[in-house]
């Protein structure tokens, strides 16, 4: 146990100090040159070239404007400092969902610089999040642990299973393009209001807010690297999003919320009909066993990993 940590809200301030705790667990900053992955200095790096090595917190650029995002909506960035440095980050939202969370705190990011691991800091975090979750009145807290760092979650206390996910990619070469006559397309929420009562299919390796507040979250970086598309489908009680790989612009990762869990598999369909005619060749989707095995097992796709959900019920 270290006695000296401290824990506190991060303000602006924290950026670089955060940016140096990310940072420390990358071994080497590459870039592209000629088709080819050259090892290059940090400093070498543009900030979307950063941003390739983990997302925002790898650039102070990109960081204070994620930290800024977290603030002005309200959400719970915290920071445990030595002696005024920053040694740990930990990001908690908190939030609504149907189901087995309901209101719940998720924490997304929890990193510790990699000099001061295995010192207590980290837990020190957890147990500031789970304080602060009490003191919000969520009925749960929620993470999706690096498969590395399950243990560490179970010893602070967090050990239930919410969810077993699958991430699975669907091979879209012989599907068909939606008619996007066949379907009334129209904006994506903008307020949660009309996505607390959904069914969360997809990335459930987060929760429905959070993956909605993110969504509406915007880095200038992103625009030139990945393709995007978001919609809601009211006829069908759906809202999706469309989000390329960084690095893979043949490959969208699947949002996907339903008012009527009866209508998933027509979802599914116009998922797969959309991400086809906007020219992906497959569609990569986090969704848990049981939505796996009903309604996507029968796709022809590919398995790429299995994950677990943790949580802990505090009232
Ligand atoms: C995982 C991480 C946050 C842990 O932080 P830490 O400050 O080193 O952890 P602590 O010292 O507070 O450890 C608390 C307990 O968990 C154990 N523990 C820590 N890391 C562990 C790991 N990777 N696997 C198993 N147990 C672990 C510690 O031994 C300690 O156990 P003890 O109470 O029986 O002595 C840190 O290793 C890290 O930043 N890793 C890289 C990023 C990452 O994986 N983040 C989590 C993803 S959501």
């Known amino acids: 146990m270290c006695n000296s940590v401290s824990i506190r809200f991060a303000v602006l301030d924290d950026v670089k100090g955060i940016v140096d705790v990310y940072c420390s667990s990358i071994d080497r900053w590459v870039k592209r040159v000629n088709g080819r992955e050259v090892e290059v200095r940090y400093e070498d790096l543009s900030v979307a070239e950063r941003w390739a090595h983990g997302g925002p917190w790898m650039s102070v650029e990109t960081c204070a404007i994620h930290l800024n995002y977290l603030l002005t909506w309200n959400q719970y960035p915290l920071v445990a400092l030595i002696d005024n440095r920053v040694v740990g980050e930990l990001e908690l939202y908190i939030g609504y969902e149907e189901g087995l969370l309901g209101t719940h705190s998720f924490i997304d990011v929890l990193e510790v610089h990699r000099d001061f691991r295995r010192r207590g800091i980290g837990r020190r975090l957890v147990e500031k999040a789970i304080e602060i979750s009490r003191e919000r ?61 959904c069914t969360f299919i997809a990335p459930r390796i987060e929760t429905s807010f959070v993956a909605w507040i993110k969504s509406r979250w915007d880095y200038a970086v992103e625009k030139g690297s990945i393709e995007y598309f978001e919609a809601s489908l009211p006829e069908l009680g759906v809202a999706l999003i469309l989000e390329s790989l960084w690095l893979n612009r043949g490959e969208a990762n699947l ?23 906007r020219g992906f060749n497959a569609l990569r989707l986090l969704i848990s066993e049981d939505v796996y095995r009903r309604y996507i097992a029968k796709y022809r796709h590919e398995v790429l990993n299995d994950y677990l959900v943790l949580f802990r019920r505090l009232r």
């Not at 807290?141 to 498969?147: G, K, Q």
Request: charged share 30%; aromatic share 10%.
């Open 255 to 277: 949002y996907l919320w339903v008012k009527y869990v009866d209508s998933l598999p027509q979802a599914v369909e116009v998922a797969i009909g959309i991400a086809k005619r």
């Open 137 to 197: 009145e969520c009925e749960t807290i929620a993470v999706w642990p690096d498969p590395e760092a399950v243990d560490f979650y179970k010893k602070c206390g967090i050990s239930d299973i919410a969810f077993r996910v699958k991430h699975v990619k669907l091979d879209l070469s012989s599907a068909k393009g939606l008619d996007p006559e066949s379907i009334r397309i129209e904006k994506f929420p903008e307020s949660y209001d009309s996505l607390r009562s």
